[in-house]
T-cell receptor, first 108, second 114 residues
Framework: AQRVTQPEKLLSVFKGAPVELKCNYS??????LFWYVQYSRQRLQLLLR??SRESIKGFTADLNKGETSFHLKKPFAQEEDSAMYYC??????????FGAGTRLFVKA | NAGVTQTPKFRILKIGQSMTLQCTQD?????MYWYRQDPGMGLKLIYY???????DKGEVPNGYNVSRSTTEDFPLRLELAAPSQTSVYFC?????????????FGQGTRLTVV
């Protein structure tokens, strides 16, 4: 079955602390994974995709096929990182499966 | 550059009423989607369309209908509203079906059925 699991509904960290948002997937094919973010009162938007191996706003995510994971990491959290984060899996071209989301709260 | 526009942003319906959630995009994207998001759940795909005149069911299509008469518009119709349809609805579009293409989202419609 195709599935994306984000085990944490809420993650609360202090400003300057490292943050890791977990994402595990289940997919028999070659996965294409994304992280989307939704800031307060804004629309859902792409944060980064695994194929680009990029760092966006200090966030990185590495695809680990052995552990079927795509965790999102940032070494030093900022208050403006507070948002809802969704891990997503593109399957078969047109279909995108989303995880339940993790709300990140960065405390001052 | 408007992107994906959804209307209305909020709506309260009574059980049994009907309504249409509007979605339009100005990016000339072929692929369009309707998702619903329930508390604590991921986005569930309701319907999708790969081009004008072509629509297909997603994971949770029951109680909904769609049409795609133009590339720009992809309205979602609720014929007989039920409390189980209380949710936040998101419309999205993609340029194509390629695995690497990102989805662009509307701001969502919060629907409450009472």
């Amino acid at each position: 079955a195709q599935r994306v699991t984000q085990p944490e509904k809420l993650l609360s960290v202090f400003k300057g602390a490292p943050v890791e948002l977990k994402c595990n997937y289940s997919y028999s094919g070659s996965p294409e994974l994304f992280w989307y973010v939704q800031y307060s009162r804004q629309r859902l938007q792409l944060l980064l995709r695994h194929i680009s191996r990029e760092s966006i706003k200090g966030f990185t995510a590495d695809l680990n096929k052995g552990e079927t994971s795509f965790h999102l990491k940032k070494p030093f959290a900022q208050e403006e990182d507070s948002a809802m984060y969704y891990c997503a899996l593109n399957t078969g071209g047109f279909k995108t499966i989303f995880g339940a989301g993790t709300r990140l709260f960065v405390k001052a | 550059n408007a992107g994906v526009t959804q209307t209305p942003k909020f709506r309260i319906l009574k059980i049994g009423q009907s309504m249409t959630l509007q979605c339009t995009q100005d990016m000339n994207h072929n692929y369009m989607y309707w998702y619903r998001q329930d508390p604590g759940m991921g986005l569930k795909l309701i319907y999708y369309s790969v081009g004008a005149g072509i629509t297909d069911k997603g994971e949770v299509p029951n109680g909904y209908n769609v049409s795609r008469s133009t590339t720009e518009d992809f309205p979602l119709r609720l014929e007989l509203a039920a409390p189980s349809q209380t949710s936040v609805y998101f419309c999205a579009s993609k340029e194509g079906g390629g695995l690497l293409t990102e989805a662009f989202f509307g701001q969502g419609t919060r629907l409450t059925v009472v």
